[in-house]
């Protein structure tokens, strides 16, 4: 194994701009994303463009926001390990001091405990400021299981991670507890928007988004899941920011919502488990530090703001693309159609979702 | 949105050789990571080590390939939908012969359908010689759609895509079923080698398997997963091949299974849905080809058959991470202790799954 | 232990009697629910008078049946498993003989395989004439598990059983592959019916449908199901006719649709996994036998034609039951009221789902 | 409709007797199974004669418990429904309040809220002494719900049950928060009883409980799932003591963990969602009475003291006929030999699981 570092280079292009309301931000911008699926840029560009035709724009809402990571200890017994639990529960001060030990940006919130015949998974619940936090709550989680393991008697060590945290795995307890940022994302859009721009109707898009996004993922067998292709927009954004794209495993688990009001379409995104940071891994490279500069990431702001309007513009981004795609898959050959376009602009193509 | 396009320079290093067998190539290889979690290189490289000092390595057995896209239509009720189903399971040839027209190397293998309520799920089942399939099967499965709603009457228009292909989402269906390439990796590890390389033993590293990868995923609320961090491999490795890393959601869903065989350590990944291909979309950027050539997957063979040694490559190389991390979280510490090894070495670092 | 048997008691009353029509059987009957939850037998009432007032009634299409059994057998490498797996494909014919063997009522249609490191998972699917089927494919699979060992070479004995049957734990597979009989009820009411008699309307029960059984379910973590509460009915219904009633945890898992049509009511519930015979075991009860005869499911029929028939009414009192429970809860308050209604008739209530 | 209430008499046994102790009660009982399936009676009592054969018997380690209900409410948009998730944070005590004016037995825990789009589910979790809980918690969610509804703006009525409860579905949710009693049950059986008893031994058990329940389900898509068939067993003891057995179903979702310890073997089975209760409906019946009885589950004792004796008894029982099936497949042949044996002595015969 040589140690030299090649690159591989993804091309990327900035779409947009869009309109972001909502708690955390105000914000006109492009998104810039990288990928190999060139199509996904006219198609997140498509959905960009009417967020700028609507007033309030894309409301992103971030209603929570939490990094984990759960350790597994194994007891003599049930009985101990379930005393072990009720300790725990009484040492939460105890803990958030020893936490306060491993860095000035981690923060424990609490943690949640299950057992299993003799095994205790421990997951607990950090701020981590602007990081994504992957590191800064494995240290911290080291440390505290190295306190529990002295502190309590009868347990011993299992695992520094019990996968009941859990990272890029898709499963239930992400959504349930929370990983992550949490950010609804909104959009409003007359009749003859969706008309005009997206060639459909209101009534077709909730149709499909109930036949193919919440009947069909069900019958697919999905876990909390109903979305066309989150995974799509989510790689290229993180890619393009410096994020640990891994995570897109669990980003890919949103909800869409869509609602003809009377011929009006209320279109929603739920990503629960956005895990981006401003700061940390990956962030060093200078096209990453451009790119967050450029989305007015890298301004001297409160601890974890910066990384907050990250996860709202990527929430957005994720709106654009899922409406753009959505709305092409009422009409028959549409997506067909738009290929062939597409094909005589670019060299290489892909149809997603 | 400027139509330039610019790159995000992904850090990537070789790492290896690891020693491949099994029903596909005898292969002895570097492999290509693109990652900003730079500490995956080393971990990968420990697992390499390892194959390189068994005879037989890594003995890595394909046991399935197909690629799927899977379209909706409404029918007039629940009795039409089924007639549909029947005339469709009748026509079996007829649409090969249409799949035929679709292209030089996409074959239709079959179809599954599911009715639920007046809704009718078609998922074709396709081969796709050296390329993942994406387009090819959407073109195929748009002359499909359009062929069926002539020829059968009482159906309309649902969907191009129903999400019970499943494209990008974790779901049930898709290992069940099959989807990608299905890649089962072996190693059989002598006991010394656990205890000089890995410094721990079979028994722990199958206690930990069981405990965290089985135990800890289904309490979790996993679907079809039962491993450590597939995810990072995957990402890194399709990253490098010019891949659609987006499908590391579904290539997330594999299993782990260790075993401790008297003192020797039997260690198995599977892999269900790895979507890899040496043609199509991402494949004509430069250092893309490069690494295809280095990795002999564009050699002149028959069709599929490099796409087949691009899986084996993916899938030993998704082990060879799995095995190291496993071992590392055996031993309390160890985790820190490396990660401060490695920060001397690297600006950047992360911990891993 | 004594061996003395005595009875459970369960209340049991017949409620209708509702209307059927479809692929199966032209039928007008009440239906026998045993249940300690007696709020169960008006709330199936009311849908049954619905079902009365539309000519076709409950339009129940049976879809598919099969019975199914997995085995587990352990090979010496991932290789050995698959080549095993190509073999059984070449030997249907040969397995189909030795099934018949076995009993005059079961068939092997076919079987389906998965490989996960070594070990090699094969679920069998027979038909097996009225009776449910778990005795005769257990004894089937027994057989053929046997033979496969003699007859195919590396492989050992893993387990009758390998839980990817999957038998009285919920599942994707068993909606996916297809297990017990699947019926597809739907009922269409006209727009003064949904407001005369279920005090609502279409759209009502259209959004709460959306709301609560897809999108609720679906953040709950449910795996292949969204209805409100079938296990309700088909407890009734399984212990009422001799059934082995811990099928109610697959039963549970079935897809409610609804629709609103220009004010009238689509409403159909899919039930993929309708365990149920008219012979076998709880068969020999007096009651049973009555109840099975009442019903018309003891006459004399070609194999399969009475189990048929039983399904199909299990299935539309599911839709029964299921309506009249999603129209309440549209209404704020109304589960209460009938609750206290209820009350003043009966001595124990419960309020369901 | 008739309003004749008729029964099914579902056939009973006493079965045992089994030794229980641990953190609830040390017991000494046989208990009653009501199913069609009468092997059940002879693989429960084989397992409880093993409990009498060891000094502590099966411990039984009452870890939770809790009743849940979720309502739904519809906001105006994410924004409002977060403000409100918000203000009900800060209202705990005045939501315990009302809960307090519902029912002397009924305590408001407190409670989950997840949003989607503009959806806000509220699961509220209570303790409720002897009962089950089903109609306490629905009367207690009425009146919060009728309560938020007053007093924060901008929301309105969607459910009264949102599905994310979760009631006879299985679901994550369940599992993860908590619903019902969550008992774990061991039993460390010494070497000698495992090989003259159950004729195999601890590392057969070992190997095919990881086989089956844990990588079997996995494969099968199960959803927090490892056991062979836990339903079986609380099917019977459901109905003989009077409980609403469709709770079997979010019953089914437990863990079984077995070590071979030195040739000892160690069992366990966790079952986190026993809705049991000994008093409400279906305990009014004279059989129900000399049941309960007959359990010491009738005696004057502190409000949730019944109840929780009767928990760890369903959960002991459990274990009883996990542990004997599990032996039974660890042997070829021997589910058909036990079959055949069976077949001589009952008129009507079932081999589960």
Same mark, same amino acid.
């Given at each position: ?11 990327? /292009?900035?779409?947009?701009?869009? !309109?972001?309301?909502? %708690? ?93 015949? %003799? ?7 950090? +701020? ?9 709550? $494995? ?42 940022? %949490? ?7 007359? !009749? ?39 995974? %799509? ?7 393009? +920011? ?10 890919? /688990? ?12 209320? *279109?929603?995104? $739920? ?15 200078? *096209? ?20 907050? !309007? ?6 957005? +981004? ?11 898959? $009422? ?13 005589? !602009? ?8």
């Amino acid at each position: 194994m040589s140690d030299a570092t090649a690159v591989a280079s993804v091309p990327m /292009q900035w779409v947009g701009p869009l !309109r972001i309301t909502g %708690n955390i931000a105000a914000i006109e911008t492009e998104v810039p994303l990288a990928t190999y699926e060139s199509p996904l840029w006219p198609s997140v560009g498509r959905g960009a463009r009417i967020s700028m035709m609507v007033e309030q724009g894309i409301v992103a809402t971030l209603v929570d926001e939490r990094m984990t990571r759960s350790v597994l200890v194994r007891a003599q017994d049930a009985q101990t390990a379930h005393l072990a639990a009720l300790e725990l529960d009484a040492r939460l001060d105890e803990l958030r001091g020893i936490t306060r030990t491993c860095g000035k940006f981690v923060e424990l919130i609490g943690f949640h405990h299950e057992i299993t015949a %003799n095994l205790l998974f421990i997951r607990f619940e950090f +701020t981590t400021g602007d990081a994504s936090g992957h590191n800064m709550t $494995t240290l911290a989680a080291d440390a505290l299981l190295t306190h529990i393991l002295k502190a309590i008697p009868g347990i011993s060590y299992g695992s520094i991670s019990g996968n009941y945290c859990t990272d890029k795995k898709a499963t239930a307890i992400n959504g349930i507890l929370g990983r992550g940022k %949490n950010v609804v994302t909104e959009l409003l859009i007359p !009749r003859d928007i969706v008309h005009r721009t997206l060639h459909t109707s209101a009534g077709a898009i909730a149709d499909l988004n109930v036949r193919k996004n919440l009947i069909g993922t069900v019958l697919a067998g999905g876990i909390r899941s109903a979305n066309a292709h989150y995974a %799509n927009m989510l790689l290229g954004f993180y890619l393009a +920011t410096g994020q640990d794209a891994a995570n897109i495993v669990e980003g890919s /688990q949103g909800m869409t919502v869509a609602e003809d009001r009377d011929g009006d379409l209320y *279109f929603a995104c $739920t990503v629960p488990n956005l895990i981006v940071g401003t700061v940390g891994n990956g962030k060093g490279l200078d *096209f990453v530090e451009e790119n967050l500069t450029r989305l007015g990431c890298r301004s001297p702001r409160e601890p974890g703001e910066n990384a907050r !309007r990250l996860a709202v513009i990527a929430a957005a +981004t994720v709106l654009c693309g899922e409406l753009s795609l959505l709305a092409a898959q $009422t009409i028959p050959g549409e997506l067909m159609r738009s290929h062939v376009r597409l094909e005589r !602009r670019h060299e290489t193509t892909k149809i997603g979702g």
